[in-house]
T-cell receptor
């Protein structure tokens, strides 16, 4: 149990276009979903936290108009990178929280590698 | 603000030896401490976790210890195998859906 999927696993797009990444919790309902960005050989950088049916909470320094997050249901969240530029190229990872005892267990998707040319 | 320090950043061991990764957290209210394994090009995978009311937890070759007084927790891998080679992240859950991650440890297990 506790499987999180991401689609696509990799994508190449041209500068100026938009890209949508989907994150799904397959066998549980996620109270909250998170979007992270990871640069090579670095830790996870939290971009935003999203709850179903409400606006996402963005971390300081993350442009909410550039990284649009929609959390349509308890099992689906999407991240859209708008007007992508080469500096947006990165590994994007989502995660979903599952309530367990007094805290939340966090399960990660397999990641999406975005390359902007 | 809250942070988690993780050491070492790189660890190289011989197959069969043990590996230990240590983390220190700052928020005394943290109550949940997961460990993740990330292989190249993949998302982090939860491998073991421990809650604040427990001092030690073991799952086959993997064990985690927690010292709440010192705010330390450690991952122990025994009888390491080449497939254990990966990046390991510790984390602490501080409540309010907030998880703080360590910087990661790159583990190399030499055959």
């Amino acid at each position: 149990g506790a499987v999180v999927s991401q689609h696509p696993s990799w994508v190449i797009c041209k500068s100026g276009t938009s890209v949508k990444i989907e994150c799904r919790s397959l066998d549980f309902q996620a109270t909250t979903m998170f979007w992270y960005r990871q640069f090579p050989k670095q830790s996870l950088m939290l971009m935003a936290t999203s709850n179903e049916g409400s606006k996402a909470t963005y971390e300081q320094g993350v442009e909410k108009d550039k990284f649009l997050i929609n959390h349509a249901s308890l099992t689906l969240s999407t991240l859209t990178v708008t007007s992508a530029h080469p500096e947006d190229s990165s590994f994007y990872i989502c995660s979903a929280d599952r309530l367990a005892l007094s805290s939340y267990e966090q399960y990660f998707g397999p990641g999406t590698r975005l390359t902007v040319t | 603000g809250e942070n988690v320090e993780q050491h070492p950043s790189t660890l190289s061991v011989q197959e069969g030896d043990s590996a230990v990764i240590k983390c220190t957290y700052s928020d005394s209210a943290s109550n949940y401490f997961p460990w993740y394994k990330q292989e190249l090009g993949k998302g982090p995978q939860l491998i073991i976790d421990i809650r604040s009311n427990v001092g030690e937890k073991k799952d086959q070759r993997i064990a985690v210890t927690l010292n709440k007084t010192a705010k330390h927790f450690s991952l122990h891998i025994t009888e390491t195998q080449p497939e254990d080679s990966a990046v390991y992240f510790c984390a602490s859950y501080t409540g309010g859906f907030k998880t703080i991650f360590g910087a990661g440890t790159r583990l190399f297990v030499k055959a």
